[in-house]
């Protein structure tokens, strides 16, 4: 049975939530000790051993202050899969797999900041046999990562069911993770950043270098259509490599710009590999 390394990424976020389960992030419940709001009249926080002198005495009138402060809390950080054929390919890395170990180190990520972690997967239908509601159950890291090693899904299928994926998130603003190697066209795109907008959102875009990078400048090549299923015979020569190079760069810029269009965070590309340093940095930088 294969079993999930662990590997804990960081991340903070730039929005207070409203949760009232204990956690490490800043809410917008007043209480706690840890967090410092400010002053506040005594008769509004009736606790002595909060009173500041200093602060009463620069009041007019003078009144006693005491120091107020936020609870900290936990949120829910979700995984939202692309499960369209295209996520099957296998060239350098096998996107399926790095599909989940990032996702497994998600939920470990979660697990030890104190939050929830939930999965929401999607090709043409809402997989309601990988779904896992938020929860703080020791061992969800395994268990995903078991669910997604041995995944099954149909030959030919899109992924036009995630703008519905938010359905099955909490009202409350969470931590989304957007997996998918984002070879949507337009349309899809726009419609699942746009129902995500409640959300903080950070697409992790996966890559591999046998797509575009790897690639001969001369000779036959049979190539297939994962979301089609359809091949086709190429004859590469050095213009048509260059054609194929500089589409994944305008690709790529036409995400970013999309993504932030949509108020996402900055995507983060993983291509053949997953660096869990590299995201904690990325997601400290873009918070």
């Known amino acids: ?31 706690g000790s840890a967090d410092f709001r400010g002053y506040v009249p005594f008769l509004e926080n009736t606790n002595p051993r909060r009173i500041d002198l200093r602060a009463s005495l620069r009041t007019f009138p003078q009144q006693l202050m005491v120091r107020a402060y936020y609870e900290r809390g936990a949120i829910a950080v979700y995984a939202i899969l692309d499960l369209s054929a295209s996520m099957r390919f296998s060239g350098k890395s096998n996107k399926t797999q790095l599909m989940a170990d990032i996702t497994a180190s998600i939920a470990w990520s979660a697990q030890r900041n104190g939050d929830g972690f939930g999965m929401v997967a999607c090709d043409d239908e ?82 591999d270098s046998a797509e575009y990078r790897d690639i001969p400048n001369w000779g036959w090549a049979r190539v297939r259509d994962l979301e089609t299923g359809d091949y086709q015979s190429l004859f590469l020569r050095p213009s048509l490599v260059k054609r194929i190079k500089e589409s994944y760069a ?18 983060f590309f993983i291509e053949d590999h997953f660096d869990v340093e590299a995201l904690t940095r990325h997601m400290l930088e873009a918070s």
């Open 250 to 267: 305008s690709r790529r810029a036409e995400i970013i710009s999309s993504c932030l269009l949509a108020g996402t965070r900055m995507p």
């Open 126 to 207: 809402m997989r309601s046999d990988l779904f896992e509601a938020p929860s703080y159950r020791r061992g969800i890291a395994d268990e995903v990562y078991e669910k997604l090693i041995n995944i099954s899904s149909l030959a030919q299928v899109g992924a036009s069911a995630l703008p519905r994926a938010v359905k099955q998130l909490r009202k409350k603003r969470s931590l989304v993770f957007l997996i998918s190697d984002f070879h949507l066209d337009e349309r899809l795109l726009k419609e699942t950043l746009a129902s995500l907008s409640p959300h903080d959102v950070v697409p992790i875009v996966l890559w």
């Open 1 to 31: 049975m294969s079993r999930f390394l662990s590997s804990e990424f960081y991340y903070r976020l730039g929005w207070r939530s409203r949760s009232v389960q204990p956690g490490s992030h800043a809410t917008r419940t007043s209480g």
